[in-house]
């Protein structure tokens, strides 16, 4: 498998409880390099666009409210297969329904405090490295 980019996100509710270090642990572990990052605490504009895809949705004034809540660590993680083995690092977007292990299943509250976020395709992965890093802030390894 080539190798390939992905954004990651750990969420207000991680970062809240110092498991920044602990799930970037995970991601090393798994052969996941990171080659971009920086601590932001978005601003409602920046999250409403990021999420744009789900502006419609019944849960997104909540969603783009969780995310502005407290500062977030954004990420470009590099590697064999990276989108969907940092997927599968993440676990299901309910905690609940996360398998035992994953990051979702072992910090995540709930549906909307889930700890982390991950592109979801190799088209999402382009637009949201895109949407927070330029080219010059990616260093590849
Ligand atoms: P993902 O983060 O696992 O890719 P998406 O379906 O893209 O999941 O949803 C984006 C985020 O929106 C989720 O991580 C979660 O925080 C929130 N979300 C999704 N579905 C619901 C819901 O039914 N209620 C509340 N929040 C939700």
Do not use: W
């Amino acid at each position: 498998m080539a190798s390939q980019r992905t954004l990651s996100i750990v969420k207000p509710d991680a970062v809240a409880k110092n498991a920044i270090g602990e799930i970037i642990s995970r991601f090393e572990k798994a052969g996941l390099k990171v080659v971009a990052a920086k601590m932001l605490h978005l601003s409602k504009e920046q999250a409403e666009g990021f999420y744009a895809e789900h502006k419609d949705r019944g849960f997104f004034g909540d969603l783009v409210g969780f995310m502005t809540s407290g500062p977030v660590l954004v990420q470009v993680l590099e590697g064999d297969d990276a989108i969907v083995k940092n997927r599968d690092l993440m676990g299901a977007t309910n905690p609940q329904e996360a398998a035992p292990g994953t990051i979702r299943a072992d910090f995540a509250q709930s549906i909307d405090a889930n700890a982390v976020h991950g592109s979801d395709s190799p088209e999402s992965a382009e637009r949201e490295i895109a949407y927070f890093f330029g080219s010059d802030e990616i260093c590849p390894r």
